[in-house]
């Protein structure tokens, strides 16, 4: 079965980056979507950025101009670049993909937590 481990996550000053990445466990890259999701305590989930067929690239308002999705396949890795961090970035971050041998069946890792604070 496939899944996915993200890490990366931690305590981060206002202004500073972080790399999160999600490992893909059985099954060979590209998945195709991928994305980043967050979800803060009491709110929805919320997509971050995500990467379609053909190296297409989406990216949410809220963080657009501060993240960077790719993926190096021979790693089968995926990872969120994120940089100019505020307080209301403070999330547990997960990684997300379709995976469609014949049918389409959506993934979920587990999450890391990242904080922004000073």
């Known amino acids: 079965q496939v899944s996915l481990v993200e890490s990366g996550g931690g305590l981060v000053p206002p202004g500073g980056s972080l790399r999160l990445s999600c490992v893909v466990h059985?099954?060979?890259?590209?998945?195709?979507?991928m994305g980043w999701y967050r979800q803060a305590p009491g709110k929805q989930r919320e997509l971050i950025a995500r990467?379609?067929?053909?190296?297409?690239?989406d990216y949410a308002n809220s963080m657009k101009g501060r993240v960077t999705i790719s993926r190096d396949n021979a790693k089968n890795t995926m990872y969120l670049e994120m940089s100019g961090l505020k307080p209301e970035d403070t999330a547990v971050y997960y990684c997300?993909?379709?995976?469609?041998?014949?049918?389409?069946?959506?993934?979920w890792g587990q999450g890391t937590q990242v904080t922004v604070s000073s």
């Open positions: 990467a379609a067929s053909g190296g297409s690239t």
């Open positions: 997300n993909a379709f995976y469609c041998p014949s049918e389409c069946t959506e993934i």
């Open positions: 059985g099954s060979r890259l590209p998945l195709n979507p």
